[in-house]
């Protein structure tokens, strides 16, 4: 992974910029700074995945107000960086497996998280296909200011079924350490009872799509494949309304 200061030394247009923070990115180079005092967020793209990036900037040069997207300041294609608004706020990841706050706080934060994800696929959608996010990770959600969520990293997003972003959501819900505990099941199945509640098209076979997602996760965590499993199998068997406990005495 290239490092932010590449960048900023290299690149003349970038050499009044401050670095507070780096962020996590799988694929690419992403920091909080700030420009000219302003907050910012630098997402400096790998010379493979320029078309991610393109992807990524059309994303969020439709958003509205309503999809609570960030937004895109520029698009500088000769270095593959985006300069986008920096949202303040806390991981959803770690806002839904903080033990401090009550289950009713954390059904309030799903049942938005559903309304976040409603809205985007209808303002998105057109008369013959829905965009999804892509990447549904809880990771790529911000809470902010304890009230509204907002979604970030859209270089992933594609044309698809919106069961893939609902499923893969609660993929990402359900193997937060700790993983497949009673909650998770219960926030999974009122995340998609709220989703379907909110949407005007269909959600179909969602517990066989959140099989697949769980199985998914395999190639990112070898060393849990049994578990991903047992539990994949299991929710493809009996919906997400049972919970397999692996055994863990050998």
Request: proline residues 4%; charged residues 25%.
């Amino acid at each position: 992974m290239r490092d932010i200061q590449e960048l900023i030394s290299s690149v003349e247009r970038y050499q009044t910029v401050l670095i507070q923070k780096r962020l996590t990115s799988k694929k690419n180079t992403v920091a909080y700074v700030l420009i000219n005092g302003s907050p910012r967020v630098l997402k400096w793209y790998v010379p493979g995945l320029k078309t991610n990036m393109e992807t990524e900037a059309g994303v969020l040069s439709r958003g509205t107000a309503a999809t609570r997207t960030p937004s895109l300041l520029e698009k500088d294609a000769d270095n593959n960086v985006l300069v986008l608004g920096y949202v303040a706020g806390t991981n959803l990841c770690d806002v839904l497996n903080d033990t401090n706050r009550s289950q009713h706080e954390k059904r309030h934060i799903i049942s938005t998280l559903a309304l976040w994800f409603a809205t985007f696929h209808d303002v998105f959608k057109t008369a013959d296909a829905f965009r999804l996010r892509g990447d549904p990770s809880l990771r790529n959600f911000i809470l902010k200011d304890d009230k509204t969520i907002w979604g970030v990293d859209f270089e992933e997003s594609h044309i698809g079924n919106p069961v893939d972003d609902i499923a893969g959501l609660c993929a990402s819900l359900l193997t937060t350490d700790p993983m497949f505990t009673s909650e998770k099941f219960e926030f999974a199945r009122h995340f998609i009872a709220s989703y379907r509640s909110l949407a005007s098209w269909p959600i179909e076979n969602s517990s066989q799509a959140v099989s697949y997602a769980v199985l998914e996760r395999i190639q990112w965590r070898p060393t849990q494949e049994d578990e991903l499993r047992n539990a994949a199998t299991s929710i493809k068997k009996h919906g997400l309304y049972h919970r397999s406990v692996p055994d863990r005495t050998n």
